[in-house]
């Protein structure tokens, strides 16, 4: 599946922005979604992810209660909503897909997923 994050910006602290992850090619509707960011100098870090039918997701400690993450299997295409945005939010986007297999405990770590997108630039000014 090919896959290709949009939507990234320029906002200021506390403003919202929603990126999409548009995919092609096999069906994204049989893999799990996830979104990572990687901030410079720093370690690609997990965000969230949303399983296959959209019933479960998952967020990383540092978004929660602020990022909501959906998918539209029909359109072929993933949601991340990002409210309170922080300075410390500010990194390259990046959406990624793996199996429905992979174990949930794999989730955080970035060499789980198959596939990835490329970036998208995202930065909060304070």
């Known amino acids: 599946v090919q896959l290709q994050a949009s939507g990234g910006g320029v906002v200021q602290s506390g403003d919202s922005l929603r990126l999409t992850c548009a995919a092609s090619?096999?069906?994204?509707?049989?893999?799990?979604m996830g979104w990572f960011r990687q901030a410079p100098g720093k370690e690609r870090e997990f965000v969230g992810a949303i399983r296959r039918s959209g019933g479960t997701v998952y967020y990383g400690t540092s978004v929660k209660g602020r990022f909501t993450i959906s998918r539209d299997n029909a359109k072929g295409a993933g949601y991340l909503q990002m409210n309170s945005l922080k300075p410390e939010d500010t990194a390259v986007y990046y959406c990624a897909a793996a199996p429905q297999s992979t174990i949930v405990s794999s989730f955080y770590t970035a060499r789980a997923w198959t596939f990835w997108g490329q970036g998208t630039q995202v930065t909060v000014s304070s």
């Open positions: 090619g096999h069906s994204f509707s049989a893999y799990v």
